[in-house]
């Protein structure tokens, strides 16, 4: 038997939060499973539905079984596909699932014949996503062990197992906006999802471009991925505020942390109510009045940064008070961990290695990277690690900033508000980003390469691992 060639669609689901037949819900007319049908069929030489209406897939090119053991939810229908797979590994996914990312499940498939474990599925902490997931036929006997003793959860059940765990930072790496895994689960889903793809679907952050390379005086022509450049104006209170240039994913955290960067907020949830429309790039804002009248008294007054793509804020960076500090003077960073960090952010920035268009910004701690993004402006990519943090309640003080360009007065005045203990990049920083640093306490460290970096403010927060 192959290890790989079979993929199952589950269908077989009683839809009760739905209140209708996922398999009969559509988008643009045609649909969802049978999307499904024609992407996988690029992958896969064995389709298999999961499903009690074999009539719905006449002339579709696909085997329907039935599940074998009824009314055991998810669980079960994975047993059925597993049972009538061809090949030993399954690529199983929902019929309420609309996208499907090849590149992803090409990795998927790669890691999972790399370590031979019985599933290969997504996590985030204590959170796994069942679907858009490989599993194994060895998992049958063990499936029905669990079934017949009452079990019915995927999660407790693979706690059991052998599995490849991909964590969502990786995950992510492929599908920025995650919508890979996105379910339609009810009518209001629907309505949204339906609303969206009407108004024309989001642009990738790359596209596909031919180009003549020259290569040791050698020209060659090749398609060549380069990076999508986006516009997101955030409208304030029903009021255009201003138009970001972007990179086109976590555009919510872009807003969030950049609304957080120009004082416009304090705090994520005093943005009372946030819609997206990610096909025409606007961004709808509301807010209270007095926040929305004194942000737009600053707008006034715009400061073009030194950031990529002409960056703008309504508060210039040299004038901001010296009133936020860093992380209390305790904090400390040991060298030798730095430079696993860095090293490990390095490797993370799958979208600069693809295209080299991109800046990338994370927030560490000693135990690792927390959260990480790409954009085509460092000032950008800064503000989406905060937005982030601030809408999953996770605090910047005391941790790390870790950039990949250039520290510029504007970005230490972005990074002052959440009083971090230092900030860290590849690359340089300016004389007036070093004076408000020091004037803030926040450490601050440039050139940060392999075991060599240059540390050029709070020297007291760095040690060599001797002493802490």
Known sequence: MKAFGTAAILAGGKSIRMGSDKQLLEVGEKRIVESLIAALREDFDDLLVVSYRPELYEGLGVRVVPDILPDNGLLGGIHAALVHAKSRYVYIVACDMPHLNPFYIAFMRTETGKSGEEACVTRNGEWIESMNAFYAKDLVPAIERYLAEGGRSVYPFLKGRTVRYIDEAVARKFCPDYRMFLNLNTEEDLRKYRDRFAAGPAPAVTTGRRVKKYRDGAAQWVDDPVVTEYGLTIRLNGREFVTLLCTPAALKELAVGYLFAEEVIDAAGEVTEFSL?????????????????????????????????????????????????????????????????????????????????????????????????????????????????????????????????????????????????????????????????????????????????????RFDRFTDGEKK
Do not use: W
Not at 366 to 394: P, Q, S, T
């Open 277 to 457: 429309d990610e096909a025409t790039g606007i961004a709808e804002v509301s807010v209270s009045e007095e926040q929305a009248v004194r942000a737009f008294e600053r707008n006034r007054k715009r400061t073009v940064t030194s950031g990529c793509g002409g960056g703008v804020t309504t508060l210039d960076p040299l004038e901001r008070t010296a009133s936020d500090t860093g992380a209390d003077d305790g904090a400390r960073i040991d060298l030798k961990r730095l430079a696993a960090l860095m090293g490990d952010f390095n490797r993370r920035s799958q979208l600069f290695i693809e295209t080299g268009g991109v800046h990338s910004c994370a927030l560490a701690e000693e135990g690792g990277i927390l959260l990480f993004h790409e954009d085509i402006g460092r000032h950008n990519a800064l503000d989406k690690i905060a937005g982030e943090a601030l809408l999953r309640g996770i605090p910047l003080t005391g941790k790390l900033v870790l950039t990949s360009g250039r520290i510029s007065s504007e970005i230490v005045a972005k990074v002052a508000r959440h009083r971090p203990a230092a900030i860290v990049s590849r690359s340089a920083p300016t004389a007036a980003a070093i004076a408000r640093a020091d004037e803030r306490g926040i450490a601050l460290a440039g050139f940060a390469r392999g075991s060599n970096v240059n540390i050029y403010t």
